[in-house]
C-alpha cells in the first residue's frame, strides 16, 4: 500500500499543478525522505529551487516529474515512491499537514497565487529524489500521463503496468508462464509485471479462481489472458472509487479515503462468505504478510511450488 490505484489517484491531484507553477522554496524536516536520492540535502533543495513540475508520470507505482528551469528541459525529474504510508498532500502552509511533514514544496504561479505540496510519511519507507531521465530506447511514453519516453534511472528496471497502453500481453503471458514460481510471487515481482500489490492480487486471483501458490509454468494461455484482464478490471474499479483506503495512512491530496475497501471481495474478508459461492473467506501467511482465499472457488493446487 499505496498501489497502482492509489498511486494514480495522486498523480491525477498533483497534475493540474504542472506546467506553470514554479518551485518557489523546498523545506527538508527529515532527511530520511531523501534516502533515494543521491546527494546531500543542500543538493536536493538547490536542484529544485527554481524549477517548474513539467507533468505527472505513473509507472506501477512509481510517480515522477519531469523539471524544467526557465523554460529549459533540465534533464531531470523529481522521483516519488510513496512506499508503504507515503503521501503527497496539497495545501497552502506547512502546519496544516501535522508533525509527519518530511518535505515541503513551496510553489508560485505567474498569476500570483501560492500552493504547498507536501511529502507527508509515518514508516518513512517512502521517498523523494532528484534523478536523471535516461533513454529507454523505445518512442512510446514511458509513464501514464505524458508523451516522454525517458524514466528515471532509478525506475528503469520497472515492468509496464497493466493499464499501460503500450504493456504487450503476449510478452507478458510468456514471461509469466516461464517463471517456476507461484503466481502471486510473480503478480508481485514489479520487474515482470508493476502496480500490483497484495491486495489487488488477491483479488484479482479471487476473479481468476486461481490460488496464489498455483505454479505460473504451468497456466494454461487463456487463463493468464483472463487475470490479466481481472487485474486490469480491478484496477480500473478501485481507480473510480479513489483506492483503497483501510486507514488514514493512504488518502488523496486533498486528504480523503478511497471506497474501494468496501467493494473488495477476497482481501481482508476472512471469516466473512464467498460472495460467489458462500464459503467462509480464509486468511493464510504469505511471505510475511497476508493472503486471502475463498477455500472452495481457490483450491491448493496438487502440485506446489517448493
Request: aromatic share 8%.
Amino acid at each position: 500500500m499505496p498501489e497502482l490505484p492509489e498511486v494514480e489517484v495522486v498523480r491525477r491531484g498533483v497534475e493540474p499543478y504542472c506546467g506553470e507553477w514554479v518551485i518557489d522554496s523546498v523545506e527538508v524536516f527529515d532527511s530520511r525522505a531523501l534516502k533515494r536520492h543521491p546527494g546531500p540535502v543542500e543538493d536536493f533543495i538547490q536542484l529544485l529551487t527554481g524549477t517548474t513540475l513539467q507533468g505527472a508520470l505513473r509507472r506501477g507505482k512509481f510517480l515522477w516529474f519531469p523539471l524544467s528551469r526557465d523554460g529549459t528541459d533540465a534533464g531531470r525529474a523529481l522521483l516519488c515512491h510513496l512506499g508503504m504510508s507515503g503521501q503527497l498532500l496539497l495545501g497552502e502552509s506547512a502546519e496544516q499537514f501535522g508533525p509527519l511533514l518530511r518535505v515541503a514544496l513551496s510553489l508560485r504561479h505567474p498569476d500570483g497565487r501560492d500552493m504547498m505540496i507536501g511529502f507527508v510519511d509515518q514508516r518513512l519507507f517512502g521517498s523523494l529524489a532528484i534523478d536523471a531521465l535516461v533513454d529507454t530506447g523505445v518512442t512510446h511514453p514511458a509513464g501514464h500521463g505524458g508523451e516522454d519516453p525517458r524514466i528515471p534511472s532509478q525506475a528503469a528496471h520497472i515492468a509496464r503496468d497493466p493499464l499501460d497502453p503500450h504493456s504487450d500481453d503476449k510478452a507478458l503471458a510468456a514471461r509469466l508462464r516461464a517463471r517456476r514460481t507461484g503466481i502471486k510471487r510473480a503478480l508481485l515481482d514489479q520487474g515482470l509485471i508493476s502496480g500490483v500489490g497484495n491486495i489487488y492480487a488477491d483479488e484479482a486471483l479471487w476473479a481468476t479462481k486461481l490460488h496464489y501458490d498455483y505454479p505460473s509454468d504451468r497456466l494454461r494461455p487463456a487463463v493468464v489472458r483472463e487475470l490479466l484482464a481481472n487485474v486490469r478490471d480491478v484496477f480500473s474499479r478501485a481507480l473510480q472509487e479513489g483506492g483503497t483506503s483501510f486507514d488514514w495512512q493512504y488518502v488523496n491530496v486533498n486528504g480523503q479515503s478511497g471506497y474501494f475497501s468496501q467493494s473488495l471481495n477476497a482481501y481482508g474478508q476472512n471469516g466473512r462468505p464467498c460472495p460467489r459461492c458462500g464459503r467462509t473467506i480464509v486468511r493464510e501467511p504469505f511471505m510475511n504478510r497476508s493472503s486471502f482465499r475463498c477455500p472452495r472457488c481457490q483450491p491448493r493446487p496438487r502440485q506446489r511450488v517448493s
